[in-house]
């Protein structure tokens, strides 16, 4: 779903920054990492040619060498606009289906015939009158091509895409596209935001087309407007499984936004979450209408709302790292270096609506589930580390399973030495084959990774954790650097 269309900012790791009298918000620390900063709301990625392009609603778009510094390429709807120069003509269709004047979540892949196919969206807004269609290019950066409308919803009182008249809590709300091959080559279109769920697709990869006579295809979960969207599926070579990554909550500062992810076999699902409970099962109860607490016992949720507030005495300015709202993610998995990237767009507390794309570096736990990185991507590899090296004071966030606005903070806690958790929160952490963690915290057992990241409020490098519980919440951990 799209947010605004504020102009790229640049700001470090979420801080909010200190108040002193031109305080920079581009640059790096000494000997650090650099940031540029982008605001592309809902941001699906693609790589070509060694560049990372992100798409997101309003036709802004953007790109990449590194993931860490971004270039915007476009943003807004107007003609003149590189991805679209003539919008207003050559998507007039499109624009008064959606009985709008913007574009919602869209997504970019290259087909075999090396050209780019656009998967937009367009929606009223304040119903699911809405639409996903295809415009095609021969470069990433655009012109693109209308094609016309592939899917359509909302159409009250008249036949739907199945043939059968269109109910709001069945059927889909046609946005928020995503593309894929599954491993064996097939083409597939995962969509669908509140409504009646998410659906997904068989598409001809000769065309880029939906195969006949799907109507809105199969269903993964969600009804009657659970508040749930931006599905994206990334499958994993190392597991063998598909994951599908959802946002959970309303996308603004108050609407609690937060990334779950559930997994199957297959790309068609069904999909279960850490806890093996049926995706399918979750979606808000008949004559239901945003039913947050029906929802939030499904999908192993990776982060929301959170602070580790800095403290006197500790390096670096501002509040410290914290976001607001994080969501509609992409994923990038990079063959060659065997990485996976989460790539969402997130607000920040106490900054209102601003918001800015970030990326986290994802691993697999033991269990074969993804656990995201604490602090942003900025370079790092995962490495061997000891017991000895990697005690010390942190902060500790949990996650939980709500759907809330709340901003959870940080609790401060001592790894020892001796495998012990003290402070205020008790139990006992192990390391093995160098990064492996596996973390009791408060009786729950959760495993997941140690790895050596740039704090960008610190301005230093420090160890952090992140880790998942078998049933679906994630702590982060992140050393205190302590000023100097």
Known sequence: MPGDASAANVNEEGAVPAATPGAGTEGHAANGPTFAEVSVHDPSVIRVDGTYYIYGSHLQSAKSDDLMSWTLISSGVHDGNPLIPNVTEEMAEALAWGQTDT??????????????????SVCKGDSPRAAIGLAVADSPEGPFTDEGILLRSGMWGQPSEDGTIYDPTVHPNAIDPHTFYDREGLLWMVYGSYSGGIFILKLDPETGRPYPDQGYGGKLLGANHS?????????????????????????DAAGGYSIRVARSESPDGPYVDAAGQPMIEAGGAPGSFFDDRAIEPYGAKLMGNYLMRRQLGEAGGGIGNGYVSPGHNSAYYDEETGRYYLIFHTRFPYRGEHHEVRTHQMFMNSDG?????????????????????AAGEYKLIRHGRDISAELKEADVVRLTEGGAIEGELTGVWTLTDGHQAELTVAGTVYRGVLIRQWDAVAGAETFAFTALSEQGEAIWGSRTVPRE
């Open 103 to 120: 574009f919602w979540a869209g997504d970019v892949i290259e087909l075999a015939d090396g050209r780019f196919y656009m998967y937009y």
């Open 369 to 389: 589930w993804p656990v995201v990185a604490p602090h942003r991507y900025a370079g790092e590899s995962i490495g061997a580390y000891t017991v000895a090296e």
């Open 227 to 251: 508040r749930i969207e931006g599905p994206y599926i990334l499958y994993s070579p190392d597991t063998e499984y598909y994951y599908l990554f959802l946002s959970y909550g309303g996308l």
